[in-house]
């Protein structure tokens, strides 16, 4: 049973599309994040939410706008996309109030390959 | 200066030889240290954390932590072909709320 799945895995589509990736946790976690990682393997916090609440809010162009209907869900709305938006988009969720503390940790979904051309 | 660094790579090394893998940080505040694995293509894993000064140690693997030198490495004993993959350093800031920094991490490759 995955812990923290995303959809969809693969993801082409055409500059200026607006696009939207699911994530969903059932560990029972606090707080999910979104996180980038480009071509060269670098991988960036996006946002983080607690309970509902964004947390974590990085510089990231206003098209993207994440939203969480409750603390299991995460999803990622994209807006207009660019080539520069190609990269894996990660899901992860971890436990504590304000995200992981001593003995916690980050568990990351598959990932979601997003190709725009 | 980069929050946290480390070595690119790729770095090789002999299957049974030991492979240690090098990280420093920028912020002086900084609290927890993880180390990720992440193999081509999937997700990163969480494999050791440390907290405190000094070695930590899990089966072939052993954290070292270096507040005063900002210094976190990762050595792999015997190393194995299985350990080739891509290692994430991360660094957890407190801010107002905890965040994680990852390192642009280094590519390991274990030559049988």
């Known amino acids: 049973d995955t812990a923290v799945s995303q959809t969809p895995k693969y993801l082409v589509t055409q500059m200026g599309n607006d696009k939207s990736i699911k994530c969903e946790q059932n560990?029972?976690?606090?707080?999910m994040y979104w996180y980038k990682q480009d071509s060269k393997k670098f991988l960036k916090i996006m946002f983080s939410y607690n309970n509902k609440e964004l947390i974590i809010n990085e510089t990231v162009p206003n098209r993207f706008s994440p939203k969480s209907p409750d603390k299991a869900h995460l999803n990622l709305h994209i807006n207009s996309l660019e080539l520069g938006d190609s990269a894996v988009y990660f899901c992860?969720?971890?436990?504590?109030?304000?995200?992981?503390?001593?003995?916690?940790?980050?568990?990351f979904g598959e990932g979601s390959w997003l190709t725009v051309v | 200066q980069k929050e946290v660094e480390q070595n690119s790579g790729p770095l090789s090394v002999p299957e049974g030889a030991i492979a240690s893998l090098n990280c420093t940080y920028s912020d002086r505040g900084s609290q927890s240290f993880f180390w990720y694995r992440q193999y081509s293509g999937k997700s990163p894993e969480l494999i050791m954390s440390i907290y405190s000064n000094g070695d930590k140690e899990d089966g072939r693997f052993t954290a070292q932590l270096n507040k005063a030198s900002q210094y976190v490495s990762l050595l792999i004993r015997d190393s194995q072909p299985s350990d080739s993959a891509t290692y994430l350093c991360a660094v957890m800031r407190k801010t107002s709320y905890d965040k994680v920094i990852f390192g642009p991490g280094t590519s390991l490759s274990v030559i049988p």
């Open positions: 560990l029972g976690h606090d707080t």
């Open positions: 992860a969720s971890s436990q504590g109030v304000y995200g992981p503390t001593s003995g916690n940790t980050i568990y």
